[in-house]
Structures are given as structure tokens and as C-alpha cells.
């Protein structure tokens, strides 16, 4: 049986099936058998995230990401308390549902700052995604029993020795740790990898692939590696489009019930990538929604897009690409099938 014939009955491959999908010369079929089960089982319905970033300040040193430690370059900030709930409250007059609170790994927001924070903006019915990196099982119980939804934290990669090279001072032991705390705790999960990294196989790969379907997660982000200049890996300049968009169509095969979102990244290395994404599995797309000067502050990566937008600007231009792809927008809060599922331990 063809590779992908078998991928869309089964929804199951081996790792060197999957590799074999990333080796592929023509990848057209791959994306379109992708559509096919996004189609089928989430349904055409792109759902809306309206992302604050309210931090750029991180006690990590990754050597790629914009926001590292070390990089001296970067004007650093910080949002109070209320100018995140306001623009959680601009973002439900945007006609978003969801809201993503992304920062820096940035210990000023303590578990009671963040306890007001989300009891705030849950008060505003919406759902609420957290993605503030490693934290302890504590820390993750608090956010959650005050009314967190959901949580981002990306593997990046499960090769331990690539993962502690280009993360150096970060344990990949405790990274894992936090995933499974976080399923502990009932949140929906979502992971995800970067793909092109310096010294990654598609066999490495293919095992990340793996490892998000085994957990299972209820999300994958997957994004093209993008080095930023002012980091130790800025020189890197390899287009890691195609690779990106491969694994996320064959994440889509494994994991028909997940959410997968058209990142920005995909659109820094090609004008028409989140569309191209929508096209090829991807069912959620994450605006941002933070305002003014900071906006063009949390820059992980070079060619970041939209970043001299207003969020009412950015908000109409995705909902027409959205259109052109012939999706809809979704109306609800969008919460993962595959989470659904998870927790009444049903079978697809």
C-alpha cells in the first residue's frame, strides 16, 4: 500500500515511513492528502487566537531565539498587569474568543500576578492559552485552578544532545517533565518542533512526529528554524519552508483530530505561507492583538510579519485570507477535538 494511501486510513506510520514522506521529491500529494483530513475531521473552520506578547525579558539562552539572555541588542519590556487585560479586552471586541499570553521566561510574573491576570480575563468568556515556558508543577496547578485553558510549551526537538546544544543550561528531562505535568493537570496541551534545525535528519524528525502523537497533544506548532542575527546561530541562513510544511502535513495524517496553526513564522519565509499552510493540514491561525512600540519588540526571529500593523488591521487581512483559502471563521472558542476526545477516552 502507497505510504500516504496507508496514512489516511490508518492515520498511523512507522518512523521510516515518515521519513520517507519528509524525502519526498514532489510533496503536492502529501499536502493534499493533509486537506483531505483536516477537511474531514475538523472542518473547514479556521479558528481565531488574538496573541498578547507582554514580555520580551528571558532568564534562557537558546542559540537562535531573538530574546536570549545574552543578546544585549534588544530594547526590553514589560506590560503591567492592566494593559494586558486591556488588550485581552480589545481582542474580544476584535471578535476573538480565544486569547494566547505569550512571553518571555520572565520570573517578575509571579503565580499571584498571574493569578489576577487570568481570573480577569477568564471573566471576559474567553478561552486562555498560556504559553510562558518551563515552570513547576505548582506553578502550572495555580494557573490552571484559576481558569487556564490551555498551554503552549514547544519540545523544539527530542533529540537530547541537539535540544541541550542549541538550549544551553535547560535540561530536555525537564522539558519533558512540564509536558506531562501539564497533561496531569487536565490542560489542553499543545508542543510542537521546529523544523531545519542545524543538525536535524528527517529521521529526527520523524521521532518528534512520534513523540507528539504518543503523549498525544492536542496541538502541534510546527515552524521553519529561523536564527536571529544577533544570536550565536545568526549566520544560519537555510530556507527551512518546505521541511516546516512537510512535517506539519504529515502531523496532520498521524493526528486528524488535533489543532495546527498557520504560523507567522511560515509567512517570514514565504509571502504566501500561512495560506499555503491553511491548504496543507493547518486549522487555527494566532493574530496578534499586543498594541503600540512593543509590538515590534518581541522579534524571536528575523522577518517577523505584521509587525507595523494595528490589530484591527491584522484582524480584517487574515479574516480575507481566510476567505480566499475558502474557509470560514470559527465562532466558538475552538477548543482541540483531540482534547475532547482525550477526555472521554473514546477511539477514533
Known amino acids: 500500500m502507497d505510504i500516504i494511501e496507508k496514512a489516511l486510513k490508518d492515520h498511523s506510520l512507522n518512523k521510516t515511513e515518515i521519513t520517507e514522506l519528509l524525502r519526498l521529491k514532489d510533496a503536492a500529494p502529501l499536502y493534499a492528502a493533509a486537506d483531505v483530513v483536516r477537511k474531514k475531521y475538523v472542518g473547514d473552520e479556521v479558528h481565531l487566537r488574538g496573541l498578547i506578547e507582554f514580555s520580551n525579558i528571558c532568564k534562557q539562552n537558546c542559540l537562535y531565539c531573538g530574546l536570549r539572555r545574552d543578546n544585549k541588542k534588544v530594547k526590553r519590556y514589560r ?12 481582542a474580544k471586541n476584535y471578535g476573538y474568543k480565544t486569547v ?81 505535568d501539564l497533561k496531569e493537570l487536565g490542560y489542553e496541551v499543545g508542543s510542537g518542533i521546529m523544523a531545519g534545525l542545524p543538525g536535524q535528519s528527517e529521521d529526527s524528525i520523524a521521532e518528534d512526529i512520534l513523540f507528539m ?30 521541511i516546516a510544511l512537510r512535517t506539519m502535513a504529515v502531523t496532520r495524517l498521524l493526528m486528524p483530530l488535533i489543532n495546527i496553526p498557520a504560523t507567522t513564522a511560515m509567512e517570514a519565509l514565504d509571502k504566501d505561507g500561512r ?50 483559502a475558502g474557509r470560514s471563521i470559527g465562532l466558538g472558542k475552538g477548543v482541540s477535538k483531540a482534547y475532547v476526545y482525550d477526555k472521554s477516552e473514546e477511539t477514533l
Open 79 to 90: 506590560l503591567s498587569a492592566e494593559e494586558i487585560i486591556k488588550l485581552a479586552e480589545n
Open 100 to 180: 494566547v499570553l505569550q512571553s518571555g521566561e520572565d520570573s517578575f510574573y509571579d503565580a499571584d500576578k498571574m493569578t489576577y491576570i487570568i481570573k480577569k480575563i477568564k471573566a471576559l468568556d474567553l478561552a486562555l492559552t498560556l504559553s510562558l515556558g518551563e515552570k513547576t508543577f505548582e506553578e502550572y496547578r495555580i494557573y490552571r485552578e484559576a481558569g487556564a485553558d490551555r498551554y503552549l510549551l514547544r519540545i523544539e526537538t527530542t533529540d537530547k544532545s541537539l535540544y541541550e546544544r542549541l538550549d544551553p543550561g535547560m535540561s530536555f528531562e525537564n522539558r519533558l517533565r512540564c509536558l506531562k
Open 213 to 242: 502523537k504518543n503523549l498525544p497533544v492536542h496541538m502541534a506548532g510546527i515552524g521553519p528554524f529561523i536564527a536571529h542575527p544577533d544570536t550565536p546561530l545568526g549566520e544560519e541562513k537555510k530556507n527551512n519552508f518546505e
Open 275 to 324: 495560506l499555503k499552510a491553511l491548504q496543507s493540514g493547518a486549522n487555527v491561525v494566532m493574530p496578534n492583538v499586543t498594541e503600540g512600540e512593543v509590538r515590534k519588540l518581541y522579534i524571536l526571529y528575523p522577518g517577523k510579519i505584521c509587525t507595523g500593523e494595528t490589530p484591527s488591521v491584522c484582524r480584517g487581512c487574515i479574516e480575507n485570507k481566510i476567505k480566499a
